[in-house]
């Protein structure tokens, strides 16, 4: 994402805000910094967490637009730990929205989950509740300033997804399936970045934008992973869909 906004989008500073030191400095050595200094931009990196508002707040300031992207993820770990799914996803979420309004951000864009829609499990369910507060906050900010919510599927090869697992799995010559009906919607991260930036340029403030992208049967990635591995079904795990929508 950095390097997309550097190289296409002209801005004056990024500023990345997250709890993990340690991916901040992956994402520093992974970014080309020397590309971005001859372009004038400024790399900042925060440490600081959405539950803090605070911090977002000190963070925020100065700033012009906002993709929020932080949220307690996996499902299961979600299920487990619901007290702290709900304080991350729901009410960082709403601090995200008051910050961005005292600091005078201009657009505010969110990003969601398919899990949203219709959602069976508790990570999905926080993120329908962060979505209709992002819709709300144009109401409490006069539209001043603008909020939008950019609602996809799977990330391919994203961290903790699927495909990463089975090409560590493959090395032992099974792989781990939950349900082999399962189909999953999948966007590359250059779609998924390309789509974000398209929707800030389109915003009124209000939206729940969706792409139209494809989807596949976990079998048929399987295959594709590694075609000579057997196959350990595992049974679904709590709050999983057979099926997205």
């Known amino acids: 994402m950095i390097n997309h906004l550097v190289l296409n989008c002209a801005p004056k500073k990024i500023i990345v805000y997250?709890?993990?030191?340690?991916?901040?400095?992956q994402l520093a050595e992974s970014t080309d910094?020397?590309?971005?200094?001859?372009?004038?931009?400024?790399?900042?990196?925060?440490?600081?967490d959405v539950r803090d508002r605070d911090r977002l707040k000190m963070a925020m300031n100065g700033v012009d637009y906002v993709i929020h992207a932080a949220a307690m993820k996996q499902i299961t770990a979600a299920e487990y730990n619901p007290f702290e799914c709900i304080k991350t996803n729901v009410f960082g979420?709403?601090?995200?929205?008051?910050?961005s309004i005292e600091q005078g951000v201009k657009k505010v864009i969110a990003l969601s989950t398919d899990k949203a829609a219709s959602p069976s499990n508790l990570y999905g369910a926080t993120k329908l509740c962060a979505d209709k507060l992002?819709?709300?906050?144009?109401n409490y900010s006069g539209k001043a300033t603008i909020f939008s919510v950019v609602r996809y599927g799977n990330v391919m090869c994203s961290r903790g997804s699927v495909i990463p697992k089975f090409?560590?799995?493959?090395?032992?010559?099974?792989?781990k399936i939950t349900d082999k009906r399962m189909t999953r919607f999948n966007i590359?991260?250059?779609?998924?970045?390309?789509?974000?930036?398209?929707?800030?340029?389109?915003?009124?403030?209000g939206e729940i934008f969706v792409p139209k992208i494809p989807s596949y049967r976990i079998m048929d990635l399987a295959k594709a992973v590694n075609g000579d591995?057997?196959?350990k079904f595992t049974g679904m795990r709590p709050g999983e869909k057979l099926h997205e929508e």
């Open 18 to 25: 997250s709890r993990d030191e340690l991916k901040q400095s």
């Open 93 to 99: 979420a709403q601090n995200v929205i008051d910050a």
């Open 33 to 48: 910094v020397k590309t971005a200094e001859e372009k004038g931009v400024l790399l900042r990196f925060f440490i600081g």
């Open 134 to 138: 992002f819709v709300a906050a144009n």
């Open 229 to 231: 591995c057997s196959y």
């Open 188 to 205: 590359t991260l250059d779609e998924a970045t390309n789509f974000v930036e398209y929707c800030f340029g389109i915003m009124w403030g």
């Open 167 to 175: 090409l560590e799995m493959q090395k032992n010559g099974v792989l």
